[in-house]
């Protein structure tokens, strides 16, 4: 819950009374003809009611009734490794950042401290993911806007969160491990070539398309700005308005 | 990011145009000793300040300085089992929403989808403990008020988790066993009796009392109701003033 500080309602009282007051003191001229009687009543005015606009502006303050909070969404993104997914989570945070709302992307990495390591194989992958799901709801609960960007390749277990999300909107980065190698800065298709990783979706495992993935962006023809552009506008008119 | 909804603006401006308005005509009248003019010219302010107040008001919504945010923080509530945690967070949680605050409890109960099932042993525990302090410091950074309630007899775990939170008090329901066993709703101590619960914080094992706990309330002579009133004090002067 945000509350009005002092010095914000003190603020506005002067930018309104210069407002009404000019308006007061060209009104009473308009009718008096008489600019020192103008001049008076607009001073005297100046005074009362900036104390009356002060006292009226706390006392709102305290009617939370009309203030709306903007709505909370979890945004899910998936794909399989290095097609964009992180990045693309944190340029769209940071967008959404700009327009003071509040944000918490969820990583594998930001997950780590709360889940404990977790496996590859099938079982593992979605009780993971599960969880995640878990946590996003709960920030979803709270009025936080949340960003996922995970690999995420089985339809059980984004359907498990689309079920336990209000808002969920899922971004599919379409892309083939050809394409996504070229974004693979830290050497993890190198290690899928040495066999080291195994069960990589889009290598040796089917990445699982969904048919309710509300975005399905070809990443093989776009880049991430116009993937950014594109939900910002998605986010924009379904829910920030 | 809570925001004024438009019906909001528009009942501000009729109860500040009545304050307002009266305010001018009687000044009019106090100058001019014409009660005409005084009406003409309130009339005239009456239809061209509303305006001019809506847009004010429409202007300023979409400044962001000065609105502040209530601070959030952690109320780690720490006890042997049956002395009344739970309860207590609940009775808190109560009040705080009252206030409109979002509010986050976190109990063994809710963070059950999160982490999957603990052992109890010391190594065990403190592990759990330290995921729910993680969970509840990304609750806190997001400006969710986090009740969280936890047996959490090490002093480990919870001076691990004092360390992650910003905001971070913590309440010690300071009982003994004889006394927790009249609030035992659910025969914790009859499996305890039987030999079922081993590793149990106050019968075979130590609750850690910590040097630094901000409140420590003897639960064998005060209700929880004198104890919520007691905490609800503490916060109200600490963060929500």
Redesign the interface.
């Known amino acids: 819950?945000?509350?009005?500080?002092n010095?914000?309602?003190l603020?506005?009282t002067v930018?309104?009374r210069i407002?009404?007051t000019a308006?007061?003191t060209i009104?009473?001229f308009l009718?008096?003809g008489a600019i020192d009687?103008a001049i008076?009543?607009g001073l005297?005015?100046l005074l009362?009611?900036m104390l009356?606009?002060y006292l009226?502006e706390r006392g709102?303050d305290k009617i939370?009734?009309?203030?709306?909070?903007?709505p909370a969404f979890v945004l899910w993104i998936t794909g399989i490794p290095c097609s964009g997914k992180t990045t693309l989570a944190t340029m769209i945070k940071e967008e959404l950042s700009k327009?003071?709302?509040?944000v918490?992307h969820l990583d594998s990495h930001d997950v780590r401290?709360?889940?404990?390591e977790t496996g590859f194989t099938r079982e593992e992958v979605n009780?993971h993911i599960?969880?995640v799901g878990?946590?996003a709801s709960?920030?979803e609960k709270?009025?936080?806007i949340t960003i996922a960007s995970f690999v995420s390749p089985y339809r059980e277990s984004r359907t498990f969160v689309r079920k336990l999300c209000q808002n969920y909107v899922e971004v599919h980065l379409d892309t083939t491990a050809e394409v996504a190698r070229r974004y693979d800065h830290n050497g993890f298709y190198k290690k899928v070539d040495e066999g080291i990783y195994k069960n990589v979706p889009g290598v040796d495992v089917e990445y699982e398309i969904c048919e309710n993935t509300e975005y399905t962006l070809d990443m093989t023809e776009k880049n991430l700005e116009e993937a950014k552009q594109e939900i910002m506008q998605v986010i924009k008119s379904r829910y920030i308005k």
Chains 1, 2 share one sequence.
Do not use: C
Not at 113 to 116: E, G, I, K
């Open positions: 819950m945000y509350r009005d500080s010095t914000r309602t603020l506005k930018t309104w407002t009404a308006t007061t009104l009473v009718f008096t009687t008076q009543v005297l005015e009362a009611k009356f606009y009226h709102w939370k009734w009309g203030k709306e909070e903007v327009e003071k709302l509040r918490q401290p709360l889940f404990p009780n599960k969880r878990h946590l709960m920030l709270n009025g936080i």
